[in-house]
């Protein structure tokens, strides 16, 4: 599709000028979420307990960390006594993809100050982005924030939760715990699974995931999948939703 130009290209608009979207729209769409985050933000406040962390390093980490993914990977990394240049760089290599995240959020909240831009960085989550992104393309920012306010709350409110009966739950595997935190992801993209395109890049990106998690250390695998079939994804799928129906 031929990109308009001139006088027929429209002028943009912030998006807190966007109609169609709400912050009680992305609270309203993520309510089936919230049971999921809220339960394995109380798996991670057990574990976390149970690894010899105080109530306050882990509600702290929680509230100011606020990355479900590396602080499960940290907890373990604290409890063995690593060097924290090692748990830095190990964390950070598995919030990567949060810039891909940021990249397409970005134009989204252009008319946003920047000390509110600090905040809204700091509440970047799967969760939201899924959500706003599947309303909307590009997200609309008030949507993204009321995901946001609704995912975050109910992470550390299963936290909080999770410290107080730790104790109780010494292997939450046992009773499937452990598998609310797949299990979002799961939901996440298949409510995004719907043209042969978007199948096709799932499964790659699941296929090539998997085979470098078996020959790569640690959570590289993450990473270079993500911005492989990232790459991929842009190289073949239309870029909206008229592009989209020409090309099929």
């Known amino acids: 599709m031929t990109p308009r130009s001139g006088a027929d290209a429209p002028e943009p608009i912030a998006a807190t000028e966007r109609p169609g979207g709400s912050v ?11 049971p999921s985050v809220f339960v394995y933000g109380t798996v991670f406040g057990g574990l976390a307990v149970q690894a010899g962390l105080s109530v306050a390093q882990v509600v702290g980490m929680s509230v100011l ?8 990977v940290a907890v373990p990394m604290l409890a063995a006594g690593a060097p924290a240049l090692a748990i830095v760089i190990t ?12 990249a397409t959020l970005a ?11 600090a905040v809204i960085a700091h ?7 899924a959500v706003a992104v599947a309303r909307s393309r590009p997200p609309d920012a008030r949507v993204y924030l009321g995901s946001a306010a609704a995912i975050a709350g109910a992470f550390i409110a299963g936290v909080v939760v ?6 109780l739950v010494e292997r939450p595997e046992r009773y499937g715990l452990d598998f609310a935190f797949p299990a979002v992801f799961l939901a996440l993209v298949a409510v995004q699974l719907r043209h042969r395109a978007d199948w096709f890049i799932a499964v790659g990106a699941a296929a090539l995931a998997v085979a470098l998690a078996l020959v790569l250390p640690g959570n590289w695998h ?3 999948a993500g911005l492989a079939v990232s790459a991929l994804g842009a190289a073949i799928l239309p870029i909206d939703a008229s592009a989209g129906e020409e090309a099929r």
Do not use: K
């Open 162 to 167: 999770g410290v107080a009966i730790g104790g």
């Open 107 to 117: 134009p989204s909240f252009r008319g946003f100050r920047r000390g509110w831009l």
């Open 222 to 224: 993450i990473v270079i």
């Open 65 to 72: 960390v606020f990355a479900g993914a590396s602080q499960f």
């Open 123 to 129: 509440v970047i989550n799967d969760e939201s982005f």
């Open 24 to 34: 009680r729209d992305g609270i309203v769409a993520s309510l089936a979420l919230v």
């Open 91 to 102: 964390t950070y290599v598995v919030n990567m993809r949060h810039y891909l995240m940021a």
